[in-house]
């Protein structure tokens, strides 16, 4: 099983560089199942981090032209790599392999382990943001709230010691809330590897989303899912960039009757 984790932005282009590919890669492929490679790819085009709505719109077209393109070189699964999910329903429609979004696969597992979640995220401005795509998700009633650490997304791997102190913090002050697990919003903070350590202080379950997306996509390989074309039917124009073959044949096969491998 070969995934592909794909960053729709330059992050190797900013502060961090390219090692944080290989950093990424490597934390990916710890928590892999025996036989599952990971790829980890970035854009050269959009914003080096993700931390508005705006930003997110500036990401997609990277993402639509991409997915296409790691489908035909035989990706058996891409996960979006912004918690944000950002083209997520989109980027379905094109191709014919399952796509994760971290923050729609990080409630959906919160909502096994509990009730209600906290979501924790990077700065305040993130906040509306992600009640809107959890609404979006059809998961908003087991959103107790989300709180932000005011930290910015590339200062998290430097700052991770307070970072983690602050999260100790916000995540006291949501359990006292009513909420009963928590949700890491931010795939930078998910890299920390703070999950399981924070987990032990605050006495809740604690998903880090860049294992629950991996776990989602390797989940519905091998289950041999796709998305289905009644929820994400392919456009009926070939996008321009998105490469060929992937939303028409798509298409065909399901009017054919044949199953999609």
């Known amino acids: 099983m070969h995934v ?4 729709p932005g330059p992050l190797s ?51 639509l032209a991409s997915a296409p393109r790691l489908e035909s070189r035989g990706t058996n699964a891409i996960i979006v ?27 959906h597992l919160a909502a096994q382990v509990g009730d209600r979640f906290a979501v924790l995220t990077v700065v305040d401005e993130v906040v509306p943001s ?16 989300v709180r932000a650490v005011d930290v910015p997304v590339l200062e998290l791997r430097s700052r991770r010691n307070e970072v983690l102190d ?4 916000e995540g006291h002050a949501a359990v006292a809330n009513g909420a009963d ?17 924070l987990q032990a202080r605050l006495g809740v379950p604690v998903v880090n989303p860049v ?34 073959g992937s939303a028409s044949g798509r298409m065909s096969d399901e009017r054919d009757g044949h199953p999609l491998e």
């Open 4 to 7: 592909t984790y794909f960053i």
């Open 13 to 63: 282009r900013g502060p961090l560089g390219f090692g944080e590919l290989e950093r990424r890669r490597a934390y990916l492929e710890r928590h892999a199942a025996p036989g599952t490679t990971v790829a980890v790819e970035d854009s050269e085009e959009g914003p080096v981090s993700i931390e508005s709505s705006a930003e997110e719109a500036l990401c997609v077209p990277s993402l």
């Open 81 to 107: 790599g912004c918690f944000g999910d950002p083209g997520l329903c989109a980027v379905r429609e094109v191709t014919s392999i399952p796509v994760v979004g971290p923050g729609q696969a990080s409630g």
């Open 130 to 145: 992600v009640h809107r795509q959890f609404r979006g998700h059809g998961l908003e009633r087991f959103v107790s709230e």
């Open 166 to 169: 602050t999260l100790e913090g």
């Open 181 to 197: 697990s928590i949700v890491l919003g931010c795939m930078t903070m998910g890299f920390l590897d703070v999950a399981r350590e």
């Open 211 to 244: 294992v629950a997306a991996l776990k989602a996509a390797e989940g519905m390989v091998a289950a041999g899912l796709a998305p289905s074309v009644r929820a994400y039917p392919p456009p009926r124009k070939q996008l321009e960039g998105a490469g060929a």
